[in-house]
C-alpha cells in the first residue's frame, strides 16, 4: 500500500467514517474512495480524476492538501506520462544499411528521444450545421411566442368589447314644455306624418304635462354602524395553569398553558376570568400588566374587569 493511501485511510478509521458515509458526505463514489484508500490512482479514469478525488477526499479528512498531501500525491502518480492528457509517446531508430553511402561503410544510426506531449481534454466546436439548426429552431420558438401573445392579447380586447342595439325613439315621444310667454293658439302637436291636430285649450295648458321618462330615485342611504374595535389581551403562564376566559357575554373558551407559553385573546367592554393556578397567570393589556392574583395553587373565579380610561379596572359588581 502507498504512503498516501495509508494516510487517508487510516485518517478516515480514525474519524469514523466509513467508505459509503464518506460517499454519501462528499458524492464521491464508493469504488473511487476504495481505489485512493489503496492507492491505485492508476485505476482512475484520468489523471484529473485522481487529483480532484484526492484533493477532495484529502480536505474532508482534514489535511491540508497543499502542504500535506500534494508533494506525496506528485511523487506516487505524477502528471507527466498519464493519461489525462492524451499522452503522446514515440520511440523511432532509424538506420542505414551496411552499405557505402557517403560514410566508407559506416553504420549510421539516428535515434529520436521520447517525445510526451500534454494535451487536456477540451470540447469539440459545434460545427456550422448545428448552429444553423440551433438557430432556425430559436427563430421559430421565438415567432410562436410572439403569434400567442399576439393573439391571446386580441382576444382580451374583443371580450371587452359590449355592442349595444339603440332602438330608434319615434319622433311623438319627443316632449317639449311651453314657456309662460307662448300663446295659446300657436301650441300644436304634429303626428310622425306632419298632420296637425287641435290647438290645445287652456285646461290642457294648467294640467300637468305627463313625462314619459321614468326617474329612478336612489334608495335612501341607511346609517352605517361602525362595529367596534377589539381590544387584545396577552396571557402568560409562569407555571401551569388552566384558564377559564369569557369576554362580552359570548360563550367561555378554556386554555392550558405551560411555563413560557402566551396566548392572544381579544375582548370589546369586559371579560371575566376563572384561573386554576392563581400565581401562574398574568394578564397584559398595551403597557398594563396584571399578575397578582393569588399565590401557587389557589384558584380564583368570576374575576372580572372592564376598562375605563383605557386601563384594565376590575369590576365587582356581577
Not at 538506420?95 to 539516428?110: L, P, Q, T
Request: net charge negative; with cysteine; proline share 5%.
Amino acid at each position: 500500500m502507498s504512503e498516501l493511501a495509508k494516510l487517508l485511510k487510516s485518517k478516515r478509521e480514525e474519524i469514523g467514517k466509513t467508505v459509503k458515509m464518506v460517499s454519501q458526505e462528499t458524492k464521491i463514489r464508493e469504488n473511487s474512495i476504495l481505489l485512493m484508500d489503496k492507492g491505485a490512482f492508476q485505476e482512475m479514469p484520468s489523471y484529473l480524476h485522481a487529483y480532484g478525488f484526492v484533493k477532495q477526499y484529502a480536505e474532508y479528512l482534514g489535511y491540508d492538501y497543499e502542504m500535506q498531501i500534494k508533494p506525496i500525491f506528485d511523487i506516487e502518480y505524477p502528471k507527466t506520462g498519464s493519461k489525462a492528457y492524451g499522452v503522446k509517446s514515440r520511440d523511432q531508430g532509424i538506420s542505414d544499411s551496411n552499405g557505402d553511402n557517403g560514410n566508407n561503410g559506416n553504420v549510421k544510426k539516428e535515434v529520436r528521444t521520447d517525445k510526451v506531449e500534454f494535451v487536456e481534454d477540451t470540447e469539440e466546436p459545434v460545427s456550422n450545421n448545428n448552429v444553423i439548426i440551433i438557430s432556425i429552431v430559436v427563430g421559430l420558438l421565438v415567432v410562436a411566442a410572439i403569434s400567442y401573445y399576439v393573439f391571446y392579447s386580441f382576444q382580451n380586447v374583443s371580450s371587452t368589447i359590449v355592442v349595444v342595439e339603440r332602438e330608434d325613439e319615434p319622433e311623438n315621444m319627443s316632449i317639449e314644455y311651453p314657456s309662460p310667454t307662448t300663446n295659446i293658439n300657436t301650441l300644436l302637436d304634429e303626428t310622425t306624418n306632419g298632420t296637425k291636430v287641435s290647438q290645445a285649450t287652456n285646461n290642457q295648458l294648467t294640467s300637468p304635462v305627463s313625462n314619459t321618462a321614468v326617474k329612478r330615485v336612489a334608495p335612501p342611504v341607511e346609517d352605517v354602524v361602525v362595529a367596534p374595535t377589539p381590544k387584545r389581551l396577552i396571557f402568560g403562564f409562569t407555571e401551569e395553569c388552566w384558564v377559564k376566559y369569557q369576554s362580552d357575554e359570548l360563550p367561555p373558551v378554556e386554555y392550558f398553558g405551560l411555563p413560557g407559553q402566551s396566548k392572544a385573546v381579544y375582548f370589546i367592554d369586559n371579560f371575566t376570568l376563572d384561573i386554576g393556578n392563581a400565581a401562574g397567570l398574568s394578564v397584559t393589556y398595551g403597557r398594563q400588566t396584571l399578575d397578582q392574583f393569588g399565590k401557587s395553587g389557589v384558584v380564583r373565579r368570576g374575576l372580572k374587569y372592564k376598562l375605563e380610561n383605557d386601563k384594565l379596572v376590575q369590576d365587582v359588581k356581577r
